[in-house]
Antibody, heavy 124, light 108 residues
Framework: QVTLKESGPVLVKPTETLTLTCTVS??????????VSWIRQPPGKALEWLAH???????SYSTSLKSRLTISKDTSKSQVVLTMTNMDPVDTATYYC????????????????WGQGTLVTVSS | SYELTQPPSVSVSPGQTARITCSGD??????AYWYQQKPGQAPVLVIY???ERPSGIPERFSGSSSGTTVTLTISGVQAEDEADYYC???????????FGGGTKLTVL
């Protein structure tokens, strides 16, 4: 059974850096066919893709947030970490991690399954 | 940046067919995917690679593609299908993923 679970702070202050961890089970982060993505959803709003990382350490970031995001992985711990700097109240959202299935010979794919998500509130 | 456009809402009666569209310039070049999200839950993949259905997804869910528009069709809609549906694809260069704005399906 494949599962992903997000962990991190529920409350961060403006200007602080958010660090989220995704712990996966049921698949390996060294599998070339898949990786892990982060996606967020502000309350009542649409999904927004943030970043992904594949087994060969290939990374991609949202163009609008690229300067604030860093994604990394620890294969031995089955964990993927996302950091987002300079947090603002507009970054209040549920943050999901999901397994990304790579479309062969590309750097993109689709998301299945998803973690349960973690709500992060940005407020002083 | 690249955008996918969905209608904000679609309403159908039980047993009828619901069609949710998603438009984007790169769709002739990139696959589309569809997710169902019920209130308080994480999204679930219902269609991948334009028209493939994952195991466990009912046969009433189907996907199609024509030019710059992809369509999720739910045949014989049931009350349990009421949810938000999101399309997802990638930019034309295959650099990053993007989601549509979501469509709220209401079963009357």
């Amino acid at each position: 059974q494949v599962t992903l679970k997000e962990s991190g702070p529920v409350l961060v202050k403006p200007t602080e850096t958010l660090t989220l961890t995704c712990t996966v089970s049921g698949f390996s982060l060294s599998n070339a066919r898949m990786g892990v993505s982060w996606i967020r959803q502000p309350p009542g709003k649409a999904l927004e893709w943030l970043a992904h990382i594949f087994s060969n350490d290939e990374k991609s970031y949202s163009t609008s947030l690229k300067s604030r995001l860093t994604i990394s992985k620890d294969t031995s711990k089955s964990q993927v970490v996302l950091t987002m700097t300079n947090m603002d109240p507009v970054d209040t959202a549920t943050y999901y991690c999901a397994r990304i299935w790579r479309v062969p010979a590309t750097a993109i794919g689709w998301f299945d399954p998803w973690g349960q998500g973690t709500l992060v509130t940005v407020s002083s | 940046s690249y955008e996918l456009t969905q209608p904000p809402s679609v309403s159908v009666s039980p047993g009828q067919t619901a069609r949710i569209t998603c438009s984007g310039d790169a769709l002739p070049k990139q696959y589309a995917y569809w997710y169902q999200q019920k209130p308080g839950q994480a999204p679930v993949l219902v269609i991948y690679k334009d028209s493939e259905r994952p195991s466990g997804i009912p046969e009433r869910f189907s996907g199609s593609s024509s030019g710059t528009t992809v369509t999720l069709t739910i045949s014989g809609v049931q009350a349990e299908d009421e949810a938000d549906y999101y399309c997802q694809s990638a930019d034309s260069s295959g650099t990053y993923e993007v989601f549509g704005g979501g469509t709220k399906l209401t079963v009357l």
